[in-house]
């Protein structure tokens, strides 16, 4: 099984930048998961941030951090990223990162029911 930890959030101020780590252990995630981030804020559902398929040649992202936030993947490490630029105030929230198992290498997850494990969490605060 797969254990994910989430580091990284914290306070910035707007047009700042943060990087989002997210610590795997157990089962190697690049053999069998696909990754993704997702974020929430209180009273919201979870919204999807962005994924990489398993062989780490695919991503997408949300309309909203397109072109600003950047998945990446180390597989030797058996680590995720999330590198947050031009952070907006209404990028604060919650943000998890989660793994799909999947047999296809290239498949992308977008909603959250699809990822099986997932991470505690951290807060990033983007202030005005």
């Known amino acids: 099984q797969v254990q994910l930890v989430e580091s990284g959030g914290g306070l910035v101020q707007a047009g700042g930048s943060l990087r989002l780590s997210c610590a795997a252990s157990?089962?190697?995630?690049?053999?069998?998961?696909?990754m993704g981030w997702f974020r929430q804020t209180p009273g919201k559902e979870r919204d999807f941030v962005a994924v990489v398929s398993r062989h780490g040649i695919s991503a997408d992202y949300s309309h909203s951090v397109k072109g600003r936030f950047t998945i990446s993947k180390d597989d030797t490490k058996s680590v995720l990223y999330l590198q947050m630029n031009s952070l907006k105030p209404e990028d604060t929230a919650v943000y998890y990162c989660a793994a799909a198992r999947t047999i296809n290498a290239g498949r992308l997850y977008l909603n959250a029911p699809d990822y099986d494990i997932w991470g505690q969490g951290t807060q990033v605060t983007v202030s005005s």
């Open positions: 157990g089962e190697r995630p690049s053999s069998n998961f696909a």
